[in-house]
């Protein structure tokens, strides 16, 4: 089965060629992530993909050509993608009605965008698209979420949350002064100054459950420095607790999902790792250790590895009983 990501990244792919191609002297890169809302690091990605597709014999005068001057890209040679896209009438209608449901959603911070959109694509249906009313739609809590985010945003007002924390199964309240949205590996996330912790935290959208935008007025403060996730989301900070791991072979991919330090190979295990990360939360350290199945073992700290081999005795004592 196409994973949503696969199906938005080929979107992507098909739509980047007509829109460089509409600007032939080329475009930032950052401006192009932007447009299409993902990290610049995931547009590269994309750019080099790209390059290796094309018409069939796949040779140098077949396959699709970018150039680059410093952060500007361009195409040079489209490989036959330059036909307009031509709407039937059932996709004309299916648009529009699609676009008149969107103007509809609470929140909406492109209305001017979708509007004229509309106005576009009703002209090009002609009469097909009289009489055409918006559905009913339901709208799932993540989207609920980044419409009232959006709105205290532009409102520039502090939020109230209903947040799950994953790493410690639990639910809490947070009262936060947005800073900005941004769009990571297909999730959004809310970059917000935390009053409870008095630092700046990540908030996925799809973990908040409830959401309020407050009247007092969004305050960060002026240590509230936004932070660079073109690295990844998960930055732990350089005074956090070092956790120090041998992996197993398979259990390898810990240091590629993961930001780690003093990655070493070792001979035991055969074939296997040490590694040193850092967290402030040993319960994730802890759960992420027992999640391997006996393929890490922990050497540091001390308390952690006892707390391992504590939880791994209680569940084989229940497994015996």
Not at 92 to 99: G, H, I, K, M, S
Not at 134 to 154: C, H, I, K, M, N
Not at 213 to 226: G, H, K, M, N
Not at 290 to 300: F, I, K
């Amino acid at each position: 089965m196409t994973s949503p990501a696969t199906n938005e990244r080929m979107t992507r792919l098909l739509s980047l060629v007509p829109y460089l191609t509409a600007r032939p002297e080329g475009v930032p890169l950052p401006e192009v992530a932007r447009d299409f809302g993902v990290p610049e690091r995931q547009l590269r990605r994309d750019l080099e993909l790209l390059w290796m597709c094309g018409l069939p014999g796949y040779g140098p005068g077949d396959l699709i050509d970018l150039s680059f001057e410093g952060d500007r890209v361009r195409v040079t040679f489209t490989a036959g993608m330059v036909r307009p896209l031509r709407l039937t009438t059932d996709e004309a209608v299916a648009l529009v009605v699609a676009l008149r449901t969107l103007l509809d959603l609470p929140g909406l911070a492109e209305q001017e965008a979708v509007s004229r959109a509309l106005a576009k694509v009703s002209a090009a249906a002609g009469h097909a698209a009289e009489g055409v009313t918006p559905v009913a739609l339901s709208v799932d809590a993540r989207e609920q979420a980044l419409a009232v985010v959006r709105q205290g945003l532009e409102r520039g007002r502090a939020l109230h949350l209903h947040y799950y924390v994953p790493t410690r199964d639990e639910r809490t309240e947070r009262t936060v002064d947005p800073m900005r949205l941004h769009l990571v590996d297909g999730r959004w996330y809310l970059e917000a100054w935390s009053r409870e912790v008095a630092g700046v935290r990540l908030f996925r959208l799809d973990r908040i459950d409830d959401v309020e935008v407050l009247d007092e007025p969004a305050a960060p403060p002026p240590q509230a420095a936004p932070r660079d996730v073109e690295s990844g989301v998960y930055q732990p900070a350089p005074d956090a607790p070092v956790v120090r791991l041998r992996l197993a072979r398979t259990a390898r991919w810990v240091a590629e999902y993961y930001p780690v330090e003093d990655v070493r190979e070792v001979d035991d295990p055969p074939g296997g790792l040490a590694v040193a990360l850092r967290t402030h939360d040993l319960a994730w350290a802890r759960r992420l250790v027992a999640s391997l199945g006996g393929a890490a073992t922990v050497d540091e700290p001390a308390g952690l590895a006892g707390a391992v081999a504590a939880d791994a005795r209680a569940a084989l004592a229940r497994y015996g009983a």
